[in-house]
């Protein structure tokens, strides 16, 4: 269960509501500074007055909230463009030379390999930011990887807003995203620098497009090894749109997308797997540095994506508190990571998995043991799947205000596929990663 008397649960609402203001207003950034200095004062001045004095703590709890929303607005207001100095748009201007390192791999088109990246310099300046680009296949001998810099001095693009009342807001979609230029490379203007830079995720980047190519010579048909590919190492760039289709009318597309649900999975079944050590002295402790290992070691041979570091993130935060073994850490760690992960990058508010992941994990936590405690079974059997029912029902009834926000529909058979998908995905995540590395031994 959730402990609202918490007072991380009070500061995430309050953050939230801080990171809303300051991305639907255009506040000042400057005036923003002053009222939390102002605050912070008033803050200081009532702590002393209360201090070793009975009074109910109503202003201190009041002036508290208003410092987290005050924060969450200038955290999101200070990325904009305008108000950061480092940002590209600072220094562009039309026909100046920028460096353009890839950040992300999207789905390509027909005509068009996709990618999401960051200006790295401009003009031989330090830069920040991230575009949309469009690479030509004609002029792409094989697609990019995140270690190859693109240097162009092609025109940047506005994106530009829907044409149309009702269509599909590209402009705003981006803007969530910290996107406000894309870039088309229609010519053979721009060169590419392969292998030019490392890191961390490039490096955990280049492992993920290893293993790939090592199962692509296993001879898997091509929908299968779509599959394969987004269920354990969440590429989902090769998925056909008719496989994913069907995926969405039997309710279980979210069993392609790394997310909470598979990192949910595999941190049960790693925790199946270690139960012994609980009989040993510091097995506790043992076992919650295996698990993390575990989690983060998937998280990189999943490339570090986005969406997979965040359901890690959560995951880890809510598996120390359940081994904490008491009811309410759980819950309560889900806030704490909510609030780290939304300070790092205020815009992951707008996700649509992340909240996803999150309304789900949260009514799973609230809603799961009210509902399993309707009815206990006696059988071992029919125990398991009513916990799976429950669990499932209280996932789906977490998600479904945001399915239907999202994508306009929802699936009346989305309960018999997660009871028939979920009791098997442990088990397919778990012999996947075997053959994985197996696969890599030999």
Known sequence: MINLKFVPVHFAFSYMTGILLGFYFELNLDHLMLCLLILVMLLTTVSLNQYNAFRPPYLFAFLTFLIFIFLGSI?????????????????????NTIEIQLLEALRPSKYYQRYLGK???????????????????????????????VVTSVPLKKIRPAMNPGAFDFKEFAKKKGVYHQLDLKTKAFLIQKGKLQGVKIASYGLREEIIRSLERK???????????ALLLGKRQDISRGLLDDYKDAGALHILAISGLHIGILLL??????????????????KMVFLLLCLWSFAFISGLSASVVRAVCMFTAVAIGTLIKRSSHA??????????????????????????????????????PLLKGLWSPKQRTMSYFWSLFCISLAAQLGVMPLGLFYFHQFSGYFMVSSLVIV???????GLGFVIIILDQID
């Open 119 to 149: 200006i790295r310099k401009v003009n031989g300046r330090i830069t920040s930011g991230k575009i949309m680009l469009r690479i030509t296949k004609n002029y792409l001998s094989e697609p990019l990887t995140l270690s190859d810099l």
């Open 75 to 95: 955290n999101v207001t200070r990325s904009r463009p305008a108000n950061d100095q480092t940002h590209y748009s600072q220094e562009y201007q039309s026909g």
């Open 219 to 229: 001879n898997f048909s091509e929908d299968h090894f779509a599959v394969i590919t």
């Open 331 to 368: 819950g309560n760690a889900l806030f704490m990571s909510l609030i780290v992960l939304l300070i790092a990058e205020p815009l992951y508010l707008f996700d649509a998995g992340f909240q996803l992941s999150y309304s789900a994990v949260f009514c799973i936590i609230v809603l799961g």
């Open 423 to 429: 009791p098997f995905l442990g088990a397919l995540l």
């Open 269 to 286: 079944l790693l925790e199946l797997l270690c139960k012994p050590l609980d009989y040993l002295k510091n097995g506790k402790q043992i």
